[in-house]
T-cell receptor, first 115, second 117 residues
């Protein structure tokens, strides 16, 4: 069964450093998403991406964040200058469509720790 | 606006007993409701969804959920729990009247289900 994969599984970085989180969505999916979950809190939507552009983003997704689909398979989330409060679990997801019946397929997550 | 609440951080149940994981929601229109499960070191996996029709929805691994419009609830249930059901469970809701055209579901904070042998 096809799966969404994410690398690395755990990333430790110093405050102020740039990080890139990588995701490989399911191959025939067209919509891609990033979510995050701060420990003990809700899963929060960050951004959705379709047709090589951002289709929606939340207020969390500020200028420090960017997304890219550099080739036909990878989908990346970049945090330009990490802050302590960026420490969280980051989930990538993909879906074939964005309709009402849509369910998203999630990767295993990347745990980001900012020191 | 749409929101979802999972009032229990943790649910403990003995193997073989029925389990319930609670979820309540708030939407402006009609809800689309989802349950996902997350096993350790894995991503969220889709379990089941309610879009319309029968209030009792059956999903993967023997789970089912009952949509109750008057109580705005969508509790996840299983008649007989297994130790292997121990995981983190997330409820999600999407409004049929998306504010600003958003199709993004809102997730709850998750409920940890622990099934004791």
């Amino acid at each position: 069964e096809p799966e969404v994969t994410q690398t690395p599984s755990h990333q430790v970085t110093q405050m102020g450093q740039e990080v890139i989180l990588r995701c490989v969505p399911i191959s025939n999916h067209l919509y891609f998403y990033w979510y995050r979950q701060i420990l003990g809190q809700k899963v929060e939507f960050l951004v959705s991406f379709y047709n090589n552009e951002i289709s929606e983003k939340s207020e969390i997704f500020d200028d420090q964040f960017s997304v890219e689909r550099p080739d036909g398979s990878n989908f990346t989330l970049k945090i330009r200058s990490t802050k302590l409060e960026d420490s969280a679990m980051y989930f990538c997801a993909s879906s074939h469509s964005q309709g009402a019946h849509n369910e998203q397929f999630f990767g295993p997550g990347t745990r980001l720790t900012v020191l | 606006a749409q929101s979802v609440a999972q009032p229990e951080d943790q649910v403990n149940v003995a193997e073989g007993n029925p389990l319930t994981v609670k979820c309540t929601y708030s939407v402006s229109g009609n809800p689309y409701l989802f349950w996902y499960v997350q096993y350790p070191n894995r991503g969220l996996q889709f379990l089941l969804k309610y879009i319309t029709g029968d209030n009792l929805v059956k999903g993967s691994y023997g789970f089912e959920a009952e949509f109750n419009k008057s109580q705005t609830s969508f509790h996840l249930k299983k008649p007989s729990a297994l130790v292997s059901d121990s995981a983190l469970y997330f409820c999600a809701v999407r409004d049929t009247l998306p504010s600003g055209g958003s199709y993004i579901p809102t997730f709850g904070r998750g409920t940890s289900l622990i099934v004791h042998p």
